[in-house]
């Protein structure tokens, strides 16, 4: 442990690209011992290695030289120092070897070793080739198959060897940050090997996998069509965007109906947890052109948002607070739906579209800043959706639909009014998100507005009627019934305005109210 915490602090100390390049201690180790800069990464790397070898199941040891802030992950971050490994004998051998590299079950671990490793490769810091550094998990992924197919070989390790490879496999697509080398991936991976397809039968089989394979699979495809530095940049006379959606919804389709079966609560919401991060990579990652389904009346894109308003529409929002990080991830799925797909929704029914408004206005009132900030930009994506087809006067069918989704759900929408007007009051560094989505509703439903106004200044003292009024008018003076952008900025300088003058001498107990009562009416 000593001796890793030595090199550790030597490598803080003398490998980082300043003082790598201007240290005296390597003037010094040439010339007494003849190492040069290489000499000494080759040493270290080669310590690290036994090390692991002999050492690798105490945790500490493994923390210190694999965890996201160990040693190994350290000298491949730097620009520098990962030069001079992607040149060394050493380094070549274990991209080439990496199953050989002793690193242990933790998957944190095996993250961090896979994407610095990942990221020495795909850096083009190495001398290996891509097929000799994906060729073991390929021989590896072989086997698996070929004993899930034939039934035979022991069923833990079986398991146990999918859950390491598939894991192993998402660090080093997590290092991938460009599109050469993402094609270089999704070409062995999806196309070459159908590994990917493979991955989704897989997980056909309930009976097979355990929760933890499970989990492991679903981050891996997760991490695959997660569309970071544009890397999943297909060409446009290829048609790979559109494979790679499709298989990712019918993933997300099948496994909606394992979800729905009879799960504890608590594995289930780690089911659901794992799930919407991938439909969230899936709708939101910006690389399949969805008007080309609709185009060809290809129904999956459909089915899809069908299987994923199930899913969101039967989670109870009590049980939402008891685990954030789903809270989270809901939230965000619900602005991807609202600001690609509302027309669906608008189209299903308005107990669909009512119940969506519901979960918008139970997120305004969350103590989550960016849970709010992210139903305000649902709302605003609406209600812009809703303008620009009401301002078009096509007459068609979507157009009714519009109409009479207003007119049945007006009294939620009019109580936006009052959620934005508390957001206004209560945050400071979010109050520009409401702007605006508030525009838009004011729009929308200006008698409502007017409502809300009269109501605000009936609940303040007689002797700051007057000024909250005044506010009220210099808010609209000179605000246009658009949403163009200079008439949005110029409402958003103006609500500025607006809050800086009633946030200091508003009764805010008499102003809660009267929003309560304009709820309850």
């Known amino acids: 442990m000593a001796f890793a915490i030595f090199l550790q602090r030597f490598c803080n100390s003398y490998l980082d690209d300043k003082t790598i390049v201007s240290s005296s201690a390597y003037d010094m180790l040439e010339s007494t011992l003849m190492m040069k800069k290489s000499d000494v990464l080759n040493s270290i790397i080669s310590k690290i290695l036994k090390l ?32 001079l490994l992607g040149k060394s004998d050493l380094v070549t051998n274990m991209v080439e070897h990496h199953v050989d590299v002793e690193i242990g079950d933790v998957t944190r671990m095996r993250i961090s070793f896979y994407k610095t490793l990942g990221r020495l490769f795909f850096g083009e810091k190495t001398k290996s080739n891509f097929f000799n550094f994906i060729g073991p998990f390929s021989h590896i992924l072989d086997q698996i198959k070929g004993a899930v197919v034939s039934g035979n070989g022991n069923k833990e390790q079986i398991l146990s060897s999918l859950k390491k490879v598939t894991t192993d496999i998402r660090g080093v697509v997590s290092s991938i940050n460009d599109n050469e080398s993402y094609s270089k991936f999704f070409d062995w991976f999806y196309l070459e090997t159908s590994y990917f397809d493979w991955l989704i039968h897989v997980l056909s089989m309930p009976e097979f996998v355990t929760p933890d394979e499970w989990i492991a699979i679903m981050k891996l495809i997760g991490e695959i069509v997660r569309n970071t530095s544009s890397r999943l940049n297909f060409p446009h006379t290829s048609a790979n965007s559109l494979r790679l959606f499709r298989s990712t919804a019918n993933l997300l389709i099948q496994e909606n109906s394992f979800i729905h079966t009879n799960l504890e609560v608590e594995v289930k919401f780690m089911y659901i947890k794992y799930y919407l991060s991938v439909l969230y ?241």
């Open 52 to 83: 692991l070898k002999q050492w690798g199941h105490f945790p500490m040891i493994y923390n210190f030289i694999l965890g996201p802030n160990g040693l190994f992950n350290s000298l491949g971050s730097g620009y520098i120092s990962g030069q």
């Open 281 to 521: 990579n899936c709708l939101s990652g910006k690389y399949t052109n969805f008007g080309v389904f609709e185009l060809y009346n290809d129904p999956i894109l459909d089915n899809l948002l069908q299987s994923v308003i199930q899913i969101l529409y039967n989670i109870q929002p009590s049980y939402l607070d008891l685990y954030p990080k789903v809270k989270g991830l809901y939230y965000q799925n619900i602005e991807v739906i609202a600001s690609g797909h509302i027309s669906f929704i608008i189209k299903s029914s308005n107990d669909i579209f009512g119940r969506l408004l519901h979960i918008l206005k139970t997120g305004l009132k969350s103590n989550d800043v960016k849970i709010v900030t992210d139903c305000c930009g649902s709302v605003e994506k609406i209600l812009e959706y809703i303008i620009v087809q009401v301002s078009a006067m096509r007459n068609s069918e979507m157009d009714e639909l519009i109409q009479l989704r207003l007119y049945e759900n007006k009294p939620i929408f009019d109580t936006f009014f009052t959620d934005f007007l508390d957001i206004l009051i209560t945050y400071y560094n979010i109050h520009f998100s409401i702007g605006k989505p508030l525009l838009c509703l004011i729009i929308l439903f200006e008698n409502s507005w007017y409502s809300v106004k009269e109501l605000v200044t009936q609940s303040q003292t007689p002797e700051k009627r007057n000024r909250i009024g005044l506010a009220f008018d210099k808010l609209m003076e000179g605000i246009n019934k658009d949403i163009e952008k200079s008439n949005v900025d110029t409402f958003m300088n103006k609500l500025s305005d607006f809050r800086a003058e009633i946030v200091d001498f508003v009764d805010v107990n008499a102003l809660y109210t009267s929003f309560l009562q304009f709820s309850n009416d």
